[in-house]
């Protein structure tokens, strides 16, 4: 079943090669030129993807909803609670303010016997001890109910802010198929232009987003040895007085990829100034990226990638297909796992080269 369905995959595929091919190639007045043809594709493409992120935005709403709901009824329950809590504390704090623990302690120290006094103080001890226990218990229940406000405050605004990213992201979907509509409207080839916008969704959905992951996943898989390469590497860590300095080349960077995992030998990575590209083609996949690092803090310190733009078979997939990459798969490193005792404090490229300042962290 999978083998047919690779084969049917590959077969449409085919099929938009030729059916662009055709496009490409044909003087009829009005039919669209190579550029706009890739144009429509390019949009159509991005249709595809901004509709999954609504998906993804429309499942986290629903999640954050029912969490809402849980978390407010969950706030009653503590509010309840602590108002038990409170008349509880109430009256162990009043009895401290009108003495009446003071007379407990004078009866202890008024004992005629050693034998009383150790009764009297053990009994007083027992006293205090829940006293502290109530008042405890008060303070507990106080924080976890501050704490769930927090976070109903947090989840309520993540809900605003979902909310009006899915507004915008519907948006765009609308301008972008108005304009593919009109486009392909105009293109006198409507039907061949439509096919081949059928075709490249399969090919997009069934291989091509499955490929591109499965670079990603390598990439990240490959990051997490980074710091291992580095340590070996003669010259890859200099220092100056208390700054260290860690020196990637791309040639070195490109025999690790490949090293760690062959998907990398049709793939390579070029540093340019303040610009990352990596690119490579196998099969019927051609995949570019391109992106830059910076420093993060939070919520560790580490080297971050991130990707300004990434080509699918020379078409530009959307913003949001790169974040989702960002967060699903982590392409940074982490410097103190290289040395413990420091912290990045800034990443540059030049021609060649991959740059990482670090400084001993306190």
């Keep these: 079943m999978i083998l047919v369905k690779r084969r049917y995959n590959i077969i449409a595929l085919l099929v938009s090669i030729l059916l662009f091919v055709q496009l490409s190639s044909t003087s009829v007045y009005a039919e669209p030129s190579p550029e706009e043809t890739r144009e429509i594709l390019q949009k159509s493409l991005s249709i595809v993807e901004i509709d999954h992120e609504i998906e993804r935005i429309t499942q986290r709403q629903n999640e954050l909803d029912q969490q809402q709901?849980?978390?407010?009824?969950?706030?009653?329950?503590?509010?309840?609670?602590?108002?038990?809590?409170?008349?509880?504390?109430?009256?162990?704090?009043?009895?401290?303010?009108?003495?009446?623990?003071?007379?407990?302690l004078m009866t202890v120290l008024g004992a005629r016997s050693f034998k009383d006094l150790f009764i009297l103080y053990d009994y007083y001890q027992i006293i205090i001890g829940r006293d502290q226990a109530v008042l405890d218990k008060f303070q507990e229940r106080y924080r976890s109910m501050q704490q769930t406000s927090t976070?109903?405050?947090?989840?309520?605004?993540?809900?605003?802010?979902?909310?009006?990213?899915?507004?915008?992201?519907?948006?765009?979907?609308?301008?972008?198929?108005?304009?593919?509509?009109?486009?392909?409207?105009?293109?006198?080839?409507?039907d061949a232009i439509?096919?081949?916008?059928?075709?490249?969704?399969?090919?997009?959905?069934?291989?091509?987003?499955?490929?591109?992951?499965?670079?990603?996943?390598?990439?990240?898989?490959?990051?997490?040895?980074?710091?291992?390469?580095?340590?070996?590497?003669n010259g890859g860590i200099s220092t100056t007085g208390t700054t260290y300095t860690i020196r990637i080349g791309q040639n070195e960077l490109n025999q690790f990829l490949r090293e760690q995992n062959p998907i990398f030998n049709d793939f390579a990575f070029q540093f340019?100034?303040?610009?990352?590209?990596?690119?490579?083609?196998?099969?019927?996949?051609?995949?570019?990226?391109?992106?830059?690092?910076?420093?993060?803090?939070?919520?560790?310190?580490?080297?971050?990638?991130?990707?300004d733009k990434l080509l699918f078979n020379q078409l530009e997939l959307p913003d949001t297909t790169r974040r989702m990459l960002e967060k699903e798969f982590d392409l940074g490193f982490y410097p103190q796992k290289i040395l413990s005792f420091v912290k990045a404090t800034e990443?540059?490229?030049?021609?060649?080269?991959?740059?990482?300042?670090?400084a001993i962290s306190f």
Excluded at 167 to 172: A, C, F, G, S
Excluded at 277 to 299: C, F, M, W
């Design 69 to 104: 709901l849980t978390l407010t009824s969950q706030l009653q329950e503590q509010k309840e609670q602590i108002h038990i809590q409170q008349e509880r504390a109430g009256s162990v704090v009043r009895s401290y303010y009108t003495g009446e623990r003071d007379s407990l």
């Design 151 to 190: 976070r109903i405050a947090q989840t309520a605004q993540e809900l605003d802010e979902l909310k009006s990213n899915l507004q915008n992201q519907r948006e765009r979907v609308i301008t972008l198929q108005k304009e593919v509509d009109g486009q392909v409207a105009a293109s006198g080839n409507a």
């Design 194 to 233: 439509q096919k081949l916008m059928n075709e490249l969704t399969i090919y997009w959905e069934n291989i091509g987003i499955y490929e591109v992951k499965r670079y990603f996943k390598a990439l990240a898989s490959a990051m997490q040895n980074l710091p291992d390469f580095i340590q070996n590497q």
């Design 272 to 307: 340019e100034e303040d610009r990352i590209t990596a690119s490579g083609k196998r099969d019927q996949l051609e995949l570019s990226i391109e992106g830059h690092y910076t420093v993060e803090n939070e919520p560790q310190n580490s080297i971050r990638f991130h990707v």
């Design 347 to 358: 990443v540059s490229t030049s021609e060649g080269v991959l740059e990482v300042k670090l």
